[in-house]
Nanobody
Framework: QVQIVESGGGLVQPGGSLRLSCEVSGALFSLYIMSWYRQAPGKQRELVAGISKSGSTNYVDSVKGRFTSSRDNAKNMVYLQMNNLRPEDTAVYYC????????WGQGTQVTVSS
């Protein structure tokens, strides 16, 4: 049974940084395409970053140059380094794993506020 658990969210001031972690268990992790999504109050869930099996990445325009996603296949982990955070980055961040089916974590809250 595939399980995905995110961690690392919290409250940070504008311009600050956070690093989100996503641990995947019960799966052959190296086969999974991993992604980070976020959902702000009253808005639809949006794709923030994707990372392929080989580690190539893509990002939504609003986070390019500020967010970096990486994966460690040996540890079954995915990371999202978020720098220069803005109030509009406030959302619940979800980790998604895709291999035949989609699997989601429970989400971690990121709040950017002074």
């Amino acid at each position: 049974q595939v399980q995905i658990v995110e961690s690392g969210g919290g409250l940070v001031q504008p311009g600050g940084s956070l690093r989100l972690s996503c641990e995947v268990s019960g799966a052959l992790f190296s086969l999974y395409i991993m992604s980070w999504y976020r959902q702000a109050p009253g808005k639809q869930r949006e794709l923030v970053a994707g990372i392929s099996k080989s580690g190539s990445t893509n990002y939504v325009d609003s986070v390019k140059g500020r967010f970096t996603s990486s994966r460690d296949n040996a540890k079954n982990m995915v990371y999202l380094q978020m720098n220069n955070l803005r109030p509009e980055d406030t959302a619940v961040y979800y980790c998604n794993g895709k291999f035949v089916d989609d699997y989601w974590g429970q989400g971690t809250q990121v709040t950017v506020s002074s």
